[in-house]
């Protein structure tokens, strides 16, 4: 009995002491729920603060080694490419990791890893526009959409990585030369977000815009019947089947490279893949879950299945900041 | 120790973050500031002077003419005006804009009920919102002004038979300390504002600064923006301050105690004081207002009791910054008017309150350099684990509400009243806590009112510097809206709102009983 008093206390002051520190760019209410299941099933206190990526970044950089961030969960790749470059991260070597997140969707270090997928589709309004016209992005620049396309502005991190992804796979001029196509094209200048883009479709202002389908997702389930008549109207085109595949941004986590709690951050990393983890953010946030034993949301598998980019994201998040200086060059807002 | 030496030394602990902006400078690469210059500069620079002359011409007109027709006049509900024009302030601008697009869009209100869309997000769009958001800092400091102005005076007025437009010249003139003052808070602000102008698409210096911090992972070249920024404030604020000074204000109210009468208006007046009052009421609250508060009641399933707490949080984090700070910008106006050397008190007062002007981000980014610096060098957590980080961010960034609004204050006491007092040989003790404080009593609660309704809508400094885990309603409200999800940013807004309202209702019961 003695014994067991003795065991249980030790186990309740270990259990007391493991933790992990996250630092979110995310915000979901799916991410609270992962973070209370690993909670519940190991006993590891999650506690996490949220801001924008760009600023965690900032701060892992400025707090150095008396961070006391073990991980660092954020949207688009890009980002995690800056954190890699400012030296903020480490790699991890995990089997589960590795043999759940494809290639493409993992640096090559380990640095990072992906946890769920976007894609970045080609909406249209299906009541008056014919999808035939567009196969891959490079058919938005074509001068029969003129004034017809709607996108939003550059400084999306979305937009910057679908041009870096075409420079990867097209080269700087024909990245240019989209740029400026696509621009020639738009309805209105780029603002708003991506929902605002479907409204505009839905208004008339345009037909075509280019957008991540867990909007739509969010759209068709909103708690706003307008919002469910706006998404009703848009058909999804998938681009580039026939060559290197739709453009798939990611959520990633990775760990820092102050990390105190480096084996209890791992687990943490390798639950998220779980199916369990998978099941959750895919539902709620109507993202494509990166492990693949898990299916999306029926939503989202109604949009149908469809050819991921299959180039690497390291590998074109290295163009981002020529991404976005092209962008500029070419006038964009 | 003297009080000058008191002065110098809280200015330059407020000044480490501001300055160290310029440190940052120096140890980048600019590789992208070229970039910057060649492509972006000059339309980032028109962006942000149509915005700033566009917001500062709207919202002083509505600003000057609400509050002088409220202070002056009667007529129905003035009363109920008087104090409900202040509430825009309770709404943060980055919200209105949300309501405003929500409000505007296809198949909203205003396409249901007349049939047409106007394009709303755009740069006219912007100011439109910024100025119904920003508007109540002129306002209040014009109308607690234009009531404390000299009866004296206006008999004077009077005696020479001049018009009511003449009268109301007059008293803008001599009220020019206050307008200003609320003014410059605004220009601040809408230099700062990121929110609005990134969602409508606007390109301003402030998103410029964005832009290479994100969009370009620079931070360096994000700073040296920010640099010229604060250059910029700091020219246009020693501007304000030098011809402020050339004026002898203080002669116009030797008579506080005696406010000026409220006059009746003619049938035709009453109804145009009353239409333009109630206009400005819906545009600038009922309307966005009841927005918010239909998509709370459709949202209200997703109450959370966690949003209790955190407007906990947000409670005490302002009511604790709001007492600091004001108490420190009292000291700093004080003693500039003890220490009587303009360059000094110039120093004091204006750079102190140049982080207004910088986007929170840029304050969050300085404060965090100089506390990680701290951190790394003797081994403390401040950065990661304490209030203080945050406590003084708000220090740093909103000092300048309160500064402007006591120093507007102390504008209408004679400075002969000092010497007097002085001469009878009362300590400075005895100067400020017997003959200013009770002078400026109403100056007192306008700046505890400002700056907390300032901190529970702040956000990007609550979103960097906030120690772990710890969670205020504008930051949920930001990533709801972030994400698009403008209905589920209904509620944690709709708690902002109230919170606000609560301080501006409670402080004004305040202030009325010891009146």
């Known amino acids: 009995m003695k014994k067991s008093i003795l065991a249980l206390s030790l186990l309740a002051s270990f259990a007391l002491a493991a933790e992990i520190n996250i630092y979110s760019a995310r915000h979901y209410d799916a991410d609270t729920q992962l973070y209370k299941l690993f909670e519940e099933k190991t006993g590891i206190k999650v506690n996490a603060t949220q801001a924008k990526g760009g600023e965690l970044i900032k701060k892992l950089e400025v707090e150095g080694d008396s961070s006391i961030a073990d991980l660092f969960i954020t949207a688009d790749a890009g980002n995690f490419h800056t954190a890699k470059k400012k030296g903020v991260l480490q790699s991890v070597k995990s089997q589960t990791l590795e043999k759940i997140v494809p290639v493409q969707y993992r640096d090559a270090e380990g640095c990072w890893f992906a946890i769920s997928k976007r894609a970045r589709i080609i909406a249209y309004d299906k009541r008056n526009f014919d999808p035939s016209i567009i196969k891959n992005y490079e058919d938005l620049t074509k001068p029969e959409l003129k004034g017809k396309l709607l996108i939003r502005s550059a400084t999306a991190a979305y937009n910057t990585s679908l041009l870096a992804s075409i420079i990867e796979s097209q080269g700087m001029d024909a990245a240019s030369k989209w740029a400026k196509g696509t621009l020639a094209n738009l309805a209105r200048d780029p603002k708003g977000g991506d929902r605002d883009q479907a409204k505009a479709i839905f208004a008339g202002e345009g037909q075509v815009a280019v957008m991540n389908t867990y909007y739509i997702g969010l759209m068709l389930n909103s708690p706003k019947p307008e919002d469910v008549e706006v998404a009703k109207i848009l058909g999804v085109i998938f681009p580039n089947q026939d060559n290197r595949g739709t453009h798939v941004n990611i959520s990633g986590i990775a760990l820092t490279k102050a990390a105190k709690n480096k084996e209890n951050a791992i687990k943490f990393m390798e639950f998220i893949v779980s199916p369990e983890a998978q099941k959750i953010l895919a539902g709620i946030n109507y993202e494509y879950p990166v492990n693949t034993a898990v299916e999306p949301s029926d939503t989202i598998k109604a949009f149908g299945k469809f050819k991921e980019d299959s180039t690497p994201l390291y590998k074109s998040v290295e163009k981002i900041s020529e991404a976005v200086k092209i962008f500029d060059m070419a006038g964009w807002k | ?515």
Request: some cysteine; hydrophobic content about 55%; proline content about 3%.
């Open chain 2, 1 to 515: 120790m003297n009080i000058k030496f008191w002065a110098i030394t809280v200015a330059l602990i407020i000044l480490v973050p501001i300055i160290s902006i310029f440190f940052e400078i120096a140890f980048g690469d600019y590789s992208n500031l070229e970039h910057f210059f060649k492509y972006l500069f000059l339309r980032y620079i028109q962006g942000t002077f149509l915005v700033a002359f566009g917001v500062l011409a709207l919202s002083a007109t509505i600003a000057v003419i609400s509050a002088w027709i409220v202070a002056n006049y009667r007529f129905p509900f003035a009363n109920f005006f008087e104090y409900a024009l202040m509430l825009p302030l309770a709404i943060p601008a980055y919200i209105f804009s949300f309501c405003y697009v929500g409000i505007m869009e296809f198949q909203g209100y205003f396409h249901k009920i007349f049939g047409f869309r106007l394009d709303f997000m755009n740069i006219y769009g912007a100011i439109f919102v910024l100025s119904l958001s920003l508007y109540p800092y002129i306002y209040m400091f014009a109308k607690t002004s234009f009531k404390t102005q000299s009866k004296v005076l206006f008999d004077v007025c009077k005696i020479y038979k001049l018009s009511q437009f003449k009268i109301f010249k007059v008293a803008v003139m001599l009220s020019r300390p206050a307008i200003i003052g609320g003014a410059m808070l605004v220009l601040m602000e809408t230099l700062s504002d990121y929110g609005t102008v990134a969602y409508y698409g606007v390109t301003t210096f402030s998103a410029g600064i964005f832009k290479l911090w994100f969009d370009l992972g620079d931070s360096y070249s994000a700073s040296i923006l920010a640099a010229m920024l604060m250059v910029l404030v700091f020219v246009i604020m020693i501007f304000e301050h030098i011809n402020k000074n050339s004026k002898g204000y203080s002669f116009n109210t030797h008579n506080i105690a005696k406010t000026t009468a409220k006059s009746e208006l003619g049938n035709i007046g009453k109804i145009l004081a009353f239409l333009w009052c109630f206009v400005i009421f819906c545009l600038a609250f009922l309307f966005p207002v009841v927005w918010l508060v239909y998509w709370s009641i459709m949202t209200i399933q997703d109450f959370k009791l966690e949003f209790i707490t955190m407007a906990g949080n947000s409670l005490l984090m302002a009511i604790i910054s709001a007492i600091l700070i004001t108490f420190i910008s009292f000291f700093l106006v004080f003693s500039t008017r003890i220490i009587k050397n303009n360059k000094l008190n110039t120093f004091l007062l204006k750079t102190t309150s140049l982080g207004y002007a910088l986007p929170g981000a840029s304050i969050g980014l300085c404060v965090m350099i100089v506390f990680g610096y701290i951190d790394r060098n003797f081994g403390t957590q401040f950065l990661s684990a304490s209030f203080v980080v945050l406590i003084f961010g708000y220090i740093v960034r909103f000092l300048a509400t309160s500064v402007y609004a006591v120093e507007s204050g102390y504008a209408k006491i004679p400075k002969n009243i000092d010497d007097a007092s002085l001469l009878l040989n009362k300590s400075k003790f005895t100067l400020f806590f017997k003959v200013h404080l009770p002078l400026l009593r109403h100056f007192f609660f306008l700046s505890l009112i400002v700056v907390f309704i300032d901190i529970v809508k702040e956000l990007p400094l609550s979103l960097i510097l906030r120690p772990l885990g710890f969670e205020t309603l504008s930051i949920r409200a930001f990533f709801y809206a972030t994400d698009e999800r403008l209905y589920a940013a209904a509620l944690p807004s709709l708690l902002i709102v109230l919170l606000s309202l609560a301080a501006v209702i409670w402080l004004e019961i305040i202030s009325r009983k010891k009146a």
